[in-house]
């Protein structure tokens, strides 16, 4: 069966502090993985999506990597602030014919002013 | 990056009744999805949203309860048919171009039953 898991479920962080957020997947034969943040209320916003052929991607303070062999993505976020204060959720596409995400359990982080 | 509008944004039903949430992307899009996030959780894929023909649903949910529309490539309905306490969720649309390319999201429909 295929799954995403995502450690911490929570998090909380002081200003300026850099941080890693880790996302991990069954099924080493992945597509695609996408990161997200999801605000309280609101739907989710892209941040960075990684082909499988790709070992990172970078958006601004943001950087994702992907390990297929490990099973394993980070997305890092440098000197955060707190409007970086949200859930982030990771989705996996498998290589199963379709463009179905599954995903991740997210992590709530907090970063204090 | 695709904007994804989505009506209403929230609602409160009796239970038994159904309820159409509407989707509307400002582009041509290839793909359509539908996703139900149950409080405190992940999101959780209903189906695709295909163009012309039938949705494809995933494991655990069917057509009769969770009907889906797609007359062309920039707009799809979802309704939640004969509504129960259990069906209160947010539920998200979400578009994309295909594989390579990432998925955009709505900002849901909040949705409570009483």
């Known amino acids: 069966k295929q799954e995403v898991t995502q450690i911490p479920a929570a998090l909380s962080v002081p200003e300026g502090e850099n941080l890693v957020l880790n996302c991990s997947f069954t099924?080493?034969?992945?597509?695609?993985l996408q990161w997200f943040r999801q605000d309280p209320g609101k739907g989710l916003t892209s941040l960075l999506l990684?082909?499988?052929?790709?070992r990172e991607q970078t958006s601004g303070r943001l950087n994702a990597s992907l390990d297929k062999s490990s099973g394993r993505s980070t997305l890092y976020i440098a000197a955060s602030q707190p409007g970086d204060s949200a859930t982030y959720l990771c989705?996996?596409?498998?290589?199963?014919?379709?463009?179905?995400?599954?995903f991740g359990t997210g992590t709530r982080l907090k970063v204090l002013a | 990056s695709a904007v994804i509008s989505q009506k209403p944004s929230r609602d409160i039903c009796q239970r038994g009744t159904s309820l159409t949430i509407q989707c509307q992307v400002d582009?041509?899009?290839?793909?359509m999805f539908w996703y139900r996030q149950q409080p405190g959780q992940s999101l959780t894929l209903i189906a695709t949203?295909?163009?012309?023909?039938?949705?494809?649903?995933e494991s655990g949910f069917v057509i009769d309860k969770f009907p889906i529309s797609r007359p062309n490539l920039t707009f799809s309905t979802l309704t939640v048919s004969n509504m129960s306490p259990e069906d209160s969720s947010i539920y998200l649309c979400?578009?994309?171009?295909?594989?390579?390319?990432?998925?955009?999201f709505g900002d849901g429909t909040r949705l409570s039953i009483l």
């Open positions: 099924d080493s034969a992945i597509y695609n």
């Open positions: 989705a996996a596409a498998f290589d199963s014919g379709t463009y179905k995400y599954i």
């Open positions: 949203a295909n163009q012309g023909s039938e949705a494809t649903y």
């Open positions: 979400s578009a994309g171009q295909g594989r390579n390319q990432p998925q955009h």
């Open positions: 582009s041509q899009v290839t793909m």
């Open positions: 990684i082909q499988s052929s790709q």
